[in-house]
Nanobody, 115 residues
Framework: QVQLVESGGDLVQPGGSLRLSCAAS????????MGWYRQAPGKERDLVAT???????NYADSVKGRFTISRDITKNTVYLQMNSLKPEDTAAYYC?????????WGQGTQVTVSS
């Protein structure tokens, strides 16, 4: 079993920054990729960023140049650094670990960008 716990969500003003963390526990050594997704009220859950086991990253066009995904293997933690936040970034943010045959999700952390 794999457990994922997100943290770092908050209320922030436009132009501000936040760093989300996703702490993993369990049998995670074989995960093929880790990612961050977000879901705004009434909308589907969308990809924000992913990072593969080899460190290759991928970003949604809407966050390129503003968000950075990274991981600390020693801490079993994946991060999402979010800069230049916009009101349209407001959503619940979820991390996942993709094992190919199964994907695990965290419970989500709320990010609200508002003045």
């Amino acid at each position: 079993q794999v457990q994922l716990v997100e943290s770092g969500g908050d209320l922030v003003q436009p132009g501000g920054s936040l760093r989300l963390s996703c702490a993993a526990s369990g049998s995670i050594w074989s995960a093929e990729a880790m990612g961050w997704y977000r879901q705004a009220p009434g909308k589907e859950r969308d990809l924000v960023a992913t990072i593969t086991r080899l460190g290759k990253t991928n970003y949604a066009d809407s966050v390129k140049g503003r968000f950075t995904i990274s991981r600390d293997i020693t801490k079993n933690t994946v991060y999402l650094q979010m800069n230049s936040l916009k009101p349209e970034d407001t959503a619940a943010y979820y991390c996942n670990y993709d094992f190919g045959i199964k994907i695990y999700w965290g419970q989500g952390t709320q990010v609200t960008v508002s003045s």
